[in-house]
């Protein structure tokens, strides 16, 4: 961990911290490979400290001992249905899956929340029956889709 960082999640990875790191980096912009610790008798850095999005990570790649799960998600906020398409085609690319409700898991084991910052305005509007109807809306998508959660803000029950 660099000594500018106080505190920094840490995703354990049975193998190929670094592939997913390198991976990562690619998709968001402020992101970088901060710094590596390899052992001598290891192929691969064990520890790779990272920033995506801005935000500081740990990667540390240490065999079978723990499963990365559902349970730990990284979540990104996006500005745009072209921006959610992009990343969730490039989180699944390789092998990954879908889940539902703007979550995947993609070929690393990692677990995704792609969510549209539309999603996050509709949800947390005053007018809480449209809020509720984009939430039903939301909760049978797979991948979020910005102009069907419109459509369901725009719909008055009747």
């Known amino acids: 961990m660099t000594p500018d960082t106080k505190v920094r999640t840490c995703l354990w990875f049975q193998t190929g911290g670094l592939q997913a790191a390198e991976f990562y980096i690619t998709l968001l912009e402020d992101s970088r490979i901060e710094q590596t610790m ?17 935000t500081p990570y740990q990667f540390l790649t240490a ?3 723990h499963a990365l799960s559902p349970a730990v998600s990284l979540s990104v906020l996006t500005d ?13 690319d390789g092998g990954g899956s879908e889940m539902a409700c703007g ?17 996050m ?3 947390y509007h005053k007018d809480r029956a ?13 991948k979020i889709d910005i102009a069907a959660l419109e459509e369901a ?3 008055s029950r009747k």
């Open 103 to 119: 979550w995947l898991t993609d070929r690393f084991g990692v677990s995704w929340q792609i969510v549209p910052r539309r999603l």
């Open 130 to 142: 449209m809020a509720q109807r984009v939430h039903d809306a939301m909760t049978k998508m797979i």
């Open 63 to 65: 065999g079978d001992h």
């Open 121 to 123: 305005e509709l949800q």
């Open 80 to 92: 745009d249905q072209a921006e959610t398409d992009r990343l969730w085609a490039a989180l699944l």
């Open 38 to 54: 390899t052992l001598a008798q290891a192929d691969e850095p064990i520890v790779v400290d990272l920033t995506l999005g801005g």
């Open 153 to 155: 803000a725009a719909t």
